[in-house]
Nanobody, 125 residues
Framework: QVQLVESGGGLVQAGGSLRLSCASS????????MAWFRQAPGKERDFVAA???????RYADSVKGRFMISRDSTKSTLYLQMSSLKPEDTAVYFC???????????????????WGQGTQVTVSS
């Protein structure tokens, strides 16, 4: 059973950078798709970025050009490098995973099976 644990959240000033990590335990599958979602107070959980087993990446328009998603060679750790942070980026960030035989990226929360507990990111002006 795969378990995910996020880390790296915290308080940062607008324009700053932060890197989130998501460590996985359990079985490592070669056909794993991983993603980041975020949820602000009173809002729905929104897609941020995703990466498939082939290395294809996808970003929400709101973070494109500022965020970069990556995974290590063993596929045991997922990263989200965030730069040029804005107050609008403030949210709880979740990592998610799913097994996927194809290459098409999934962008909806209900399409993912495994979830971390979330890590708070707060961007101040």
């Amino acid at each position: 059973q795969v378990q995910l644990v996020e880390s790296g959240g915290g308080l940062v000033q607008a324009g700053g950078s932060l890197r989130l990590s998501c460590a996985s335990s359990g079985r490592t599958l070669s056909n794993y798709h991983m993603a980041w979602f975020r949820q602000a107070p009173g809002k729905e959980r929104d897609f941020v970025a995703a990466i498939n087993w082939f290395g294809t990446v996808r970003y929400a328009d709101s973070v494109k050009g500022r965020f970069m998603i990556s995974r290590d060679s063993t596929k045991s750790t997922l990263y989200l490098q965030m730069s040029s942070l804005k107050p609008e980026d403030t949210a709880v960030y979740f990592c998610a995973g799913r097994t996927e035989p194809g290459i098409a990226l999934r962008l909806r929360p209900n399409e993912y099976t495994y979830w971390g507990q979330g890590t708070q990111v707060t961007v101040s002006s």
